[in-house]
T-cell receptor
Framework: DAKTTQPNSMESNEEEPVHLPCNHS???????IHWYRQLPSQGPEYVIH???SNVNNRMASLAIAEDRKSSTLILHRATLRDAAVYYC???????????????FGEGTQLTVNP | DTGVSQDPRHKITKRGQNVTFRCDPI?????LYWYRQTLGQGPEFLTY????????KSRLLSDRFSAERPKGSFSTLEIQRTEQGDSAMYLC???????????????FGPGTRLTVT
């Protein structure tokens, strides 16, 4: 599995934008970039995913570098509820077996200050 | 749709005992996954099922671990002769291969926290 690198921790203030970076220099052409987050005492939850183009949904935006070697998850206005561990994960759906699993790293612990 | 549920939420057992956890996926989700998470680490994949077939097992799944999904709905994960190193959060997730093929978004349950004393 291609590896991702994320900062261990980041801090933000409430109602300010947050940019969470992820490096994936060994990404293959068929890898999708997925983001999950895990709130305290809960299972992970899906946030967003993309392949090449930037993506937006109700939770966040995903900005993908032109060379696809890095991406950034953007929370437009952080709230206290956004305090969580954010995981950047590469998945290749063409891999019928290994493409099914999620390979989590240690993620980025986001702290949101009131 | 009530999401993925897991039972029990917490389990304390003595070393050497057997434990069994249950996972009920979102109805009509044909894929079901088990992960294990220790403190400060991300979840680690253990195994997954498509319907009742177990299609992949991680090397983490030792002979003491067995998972079943007999009717393609709920699943059980059994650990025999538990060891202190088995203490972890055991997470279940489900997904559907229908719809957007490149997503396979996984929906996680709240987990079962196992403590082996």
């Amino acid at each position: 599995d291609a590896k991702t690198t994320q900062p261990n921790s980041m801090e933000s203030n409430e109602e300010e934008p947050v940019h969470l970076p992820c490096n994936h220099s060994t990404i293959s052409g068929t890898d999708y970039i997925h983001w999950y987050r895990q709130l305290p005492s809960q299972g992970p939850e899906y946030v967003i995913h993309g392949l090449t183009s930037n993506v937006n949904n109700r939770m966040a935006s995903l900005a993908i570098a032109e060379d696809r070697k890095s991406s950034t998850l953007i929370l437009h206005r952080a709230t206290l509820r956004d305090a969580a561990v954010y995981y950047c994960i590469l998945r290749d759906p063409a891999q019928e077996t290994s493409g099914s699993r999620l390979t989590f790293g240690e993620g980025t612990q986001l702290t949101v200050n009131p | 749709d009530t999401g993925v549920s897991q039972d029990p939420r917490h389990k304390i057992t003595k070393r050497g005992q057997n434990v069994t956890f249950r996972c009920d996926p979102i109805s009509e989700h044909n894929r079901l996954y088990w992960y294990r998470q220790t403190l400060g680490q991300g979840p680690e994949f253990l195994t997954y099922f498509q319907n009742e077939a177990q299609l992949e097992k991680s090397r983490l799944l030792s002979d003491r671990f067995s998972a079943e999904r007999p009717k393609g709905s709920f699943s059980t994960l059994e650990i025999q002769r538990t060891e202190q190193g088995d203490s972890a959060m055991y997470l279940c997730a489900s997904s559907s291969i229908k719809g957007q093929a490149n997503s396979y978004e996984q929906y996680f349950g709240p987990g079962t926290r196992l403590t082996v004393t």
